[in-house]
């Protein structure tokens, strides 16, 4: 007999194919089909009209709101990313399966709901697949499933976030226009973006770099924690922790930091303590917890000097453009970036490919004969 309850195709019986048999599984098929209609089909009534069902084994399987929920509260993971995979999945997925045990959703029924749905972009389609692919991988890892039904989903192309430096020029010219513009404890931030653009330290690295973390004497900078979501987080983007080394320019940063330290601590050694933060903002909070705190004098700067507007996080990438151009070493860039070789590579290849074109042509030039000079008659 056939009927669809909890999106189950329902119920093989015991009974012989007869006259008799037929009109018992009819009746009872009318039994159960009238106790869906009315929403009064409950595990315990399945139960009592298939006493030899193997319901009971599928029942046990947990439906996908209640493993979700306790997968994520299992995950030891940051508090930013326990937001994203809840949010992703109360947006996208909870709305059609929580009620379904996991056991019965197939890579079919995950299709239809992925091309049904309004994506905002490509970027977010692909992070809640990948999301609900991680949560599946648990459950085949705990015996509940034997396959992802996620695996087979195609995925969007990655989009490449735009890398769009500064030129050197450019960098220069920015850093003198906050320091001329910006007085006093308010230089704290001139110095954030001299620092940002020849570190290459990602914003919330800079944020949390404390003064303990950095060795003048050796030039180097421990990079260890990070800010995220306005708090201060005991770990790097990548989980390592690296030692950046610090160049003339980020040390002259560390001198107007440390100066504006000293000039806090004589105005208000009756009201704050002294920030244990290289870069500390100018009012309130002990550490800069958010870009928008460093960027509206970003901003000003690039509107004054009539500079193309981009995300200050391009400093990083000027950095990074800075030492490709100057010929240095991969694995040392990808290093004091927090980055892979591989990561670097195809960041960064359109410049990677500029400072070595020439220098392979000119490799080829050496290899080849002075040409013959023509003749010109009069």
Known sequence: MRFTWKFRRCETLPYPQTPKGIKAAADLRATVVSLIKHGVMDDQRYAELFPNSTYAAYSATPLFGGYAQTWLDSREVVKGTRKNYRISLNIYWMPVLAMIPIDQITSALLRKIVSETQWKSPTVKRSAIQRLHTMFESAVNDDLITRNP??????????????????VAEADSIIAHLYMELTGSMQVYAAYFEFAFYTGMRPGEIA??????????????????????????????TRETRRVMLNSRALNAIEVAKGVAGLRAKQNRRQHKQSPYVFPPTKNFEFIQQASVTDKHFKAALVALKIRGRRQYNCRHTYATMCLMAGMNLGFIANQLGHSVQMLLSTYARWINSSEDWSEVGKLENSLSKPTKALHSN
Do not use: Q
């Open 150 to 167: 996620v695996g087979s989903i195609e995925l969007p192309t990655k989009a490449k976030k735009l890398v769009d430096p500064f030129t």
């Open 208 to 237: 949390a770099l404390r003064w303990e973390e950095v060795d003048t004497d050796a030039r180097v900078a421990n990079v260890c924690r990070i800010v995220a979501d306005y708090k201060i987080e005991e770990r790097t983007k």
